[in-house]
């Protein structure tokens, strides 16, 4: 079971790396995808050994092989919270579809909470990321309909009371959403 948990955080941490992509990139209107990892500073392209989560951080002593600059500690906080996050999920849950649904729900959640933090912004992708998760969910569980929009108007609702009450001082529109 140990070697299961220990595949499941070194997938996290993997995952977890490109959640640090999407919160520096998505905030800029960047691409994803088609661009190559580089250095903040210098702008030396990462070669792939530069690119292990956590492990890189570490050897490279938080800095640019390039340069030298220093890599902010964001990205092997980022990467060990997503591999804590997966396994403590597996633990919870065990080996399911709902588990693979929460497990992309915590990482898309991480990035959303970094990205708002930072910029005091929710990307509305994220948002609707979020909401397909949601209706995968349902589509696997369709018995538990009621609770769903239960859950959804108990938790919007005065959200939007919030946010209406306050004139966007009190919260967010993407709180509400």
């Known amino acids: 079971m140990i070697i299961l948990y220990i595949v499941v955080f070194l997938y996290g941490i993997v995952v977890g790396s490109f959640l640090n992509v999407c919160i520096l990139r998505i905030p800029q209107h960047e691409s994803i995808v088609t ?8 702008g030396y392209q990462l070669k792939w050994y530069d690119m292990f989560p956590l492990f890189s951080y570490m050897f490279l002593r938080g800095r640019c092989r390039k340069c030298g600059a220093h890599v902010s500690v ?21 080996v399911s579809a709902d588990t693979f649904l929460v497990c992309l729900l915590m990482s898309a959640l991480l990035v959303l909470s970094v990205i708002d933090w930072r910029t005091y912004e929710i990307p509305f992708g994220l948002n609707v990321f979020i909401g397909i998760l949601g209706v995968v969910r349902l589509i696997c569980h369709p018995d538990n309909l009621s609770e769903y929009a239960i859950g959804f108007f108990a938790v ?3 959200l939007l009371i919030i946010l209406l009450l306050t ?3 009190g919260m967010g529109g993407g709180d509400v959403k």
Request: contains cysteine; glycine residues 12%; aromatic residues 8%.
């Open 35 to 42: 661009e190559r990892s580089h250095c903040m500073s210098c």
């Open 74 to 94: 964001q990205y092997p906080i980022v990467e060990g919270c997503n591999g804590i996050l997966w396994v403590v999920t597996w633990v919870m849950l065990g």
């Open 156 to 158: 919007s609702i005065p």
């Open 167 to 169: 004139k966007g001082q």
